[in-house]
């Protein structure tokens, strides 16, 4: 029997029952901290540190009968490179992400096969509101998102990986995360309706997906949603 504190940020993945209270379990063999605690429902990828006892502890320790452990939630930011992958339907969040300037690979049809393996082979944060995924050993960094609400799920996911002073809005394409280069309005004047060669000079092309962009009028939605993120998250 080991007995599991939980710190408030991780009561999300509890059962309400079993929110503020000392959590008891039953374990049988050699356990890892690893396994006991995603068996209460909590995946590594939220863990901060942990305490056995009041001695910190690795997740791959095994606990003894009688151990007392404290579970913190992971601290703000990551130590590897904000590069994301995204699990189905986040679509939103992804070009949200793109848009602040983020590295962020999505497609609506990968299994949970290829997104384990394309986290551990180009070494990305993993985002996801499956649980399950994010347990699996191979995922080394995640987060799993708790708003249904694209916007919140990004306020979430800058506070989580503390991105505010990383964001360089308007440098990826929306559509397939390519590096967006500037152009010559000559180069594009072919590809612009009457009134945008009219009001505006400015553009950048996607190498990628031969893209389009400008700062059209929908650029001040954009401002403002990106304002509202770094205001929220540093406070």
Same mark, same amino acid.
């Given at each position: 029997?080991?007995?599991?504190?939980?710190?408030? &940020?991780?009561?999300?993945? !509890?059962? %309400? /029952?079993? =929110?503020?209270?000392?959590?008891?379990?039953?374990?049988? $063999?050699?356990?890892?901290?690893?396994?006991?605690?995603?068996?209460?429902?909590?995946?590594?990828?939220?863990?901060?540190?942990?305490?056995?006892?009041?001695?910190?502890?690795?997740?791959?320790?095994?606990?003894?009968?009688?151990?007392?452990?404290?579970?913190?939630?992971?601290?703000?930011?990551?130590?590897?490179?904000?590069?994301?992958?995204?699990?189905?339907?986040?679509?939103?969040?992804?070009?949200?992400?793109?848009?602040?300037?983020?590295?962020?690979?999505?497609?609506?049809?990968?299994?949970?096969?290829?997104?384990?393996?394309?986290?551990?082979? &180009?070494?990305?944060?993993? !985002?996801? %509101? /499956?649980? =399950?995924?994010?347990?699996?050993?191979?995922?080394?960094? $995640?987060?799993?998102?708790?708003?249904?609400?694209?916007?919140?799920?990004?306020?979430?996911?800058?506070?989580?990986?503390?991105?505010?002073?990383?964001?360089?809005?308007?440098?990826?394409?929306?559509?397939?995360?390519?590096?967006?280069?500037?152009?010559?309005?000559?180069?594009?004047?072919?590809?612009?309706?009457?009134?945008?060669?009219?009001?505006?000079?400015?553009?950048?092309?996607?190498?990628?997906?031969?893209?389009?962009?400008?700062?059209?009028?929908?650029?001040?939605?954009?401002?403002?949603?990106?304002?509202?993120?770094?205001?929220?998250?540093?406070?």
């Amino acid at each position: 029997m080991a007995y599991f504190d939980f710190h408030p &940020e991780l009561h999300c993945f !509890l059962p %309400r /029952d079993k =929110r503020n209270v000392t959590l008891a379990l039953a374990f049988k $063999g050699r356990q890892s901290l690893k396994h006991l605690i995603e068996s209460l429902g909590v995946p590594h990828t939220e863990v901060g540190q942990v305490t056995v006892n009041g001695q910190a502890r690795g997740l791959d320790s095994v606990p003894h009968n009688g151990d007392r452990i404290e579970v913190r939630a992971a601290a703000p930011g990551c130590p590897i490179e904000p590069r994301f992958l995204l699990d189905s339907h986040l679509g939103r969040l992804a070009a949200y992400l793109r848009m602040l300037g983020f590295d962020c690979l999505y497609r609506n049809d990968y299994d949970d096969a290829e997104l384990a393996e394309l986290v551990q082979r &180009e070494k990305r944060i993993l !985002l996801s %509101r /499956d649980r =399950r995924l994010l347990m699996r050993k191979v995922v080394q960094y $995640g987060y799993c998102l708790r708003s249904l609400e694209p916007p919140e799920q990004l306020t979430e996911v800058v506070r989580r990986f503390d991105l505010a002073d990383k964001i360089r809005p308007f440098h990826r394409c929306l559509r397939c995360n390519g590096a967006l280069q500037p152009v010559s309005k000559e180069t594009v004047l072919d590809r612009l309706e009457p009134l945008t060669k009219i009001h505006y000079d400015e553009f950048s092309l996607c190498p990628a997906c031969d893209q389009v962009y400008w700062k059209g009028s929908h650029v001040e939605r954009m401002e403002k949603l990106i304002e509202s993120v770094k205001r929220i998250s540093h406070g």
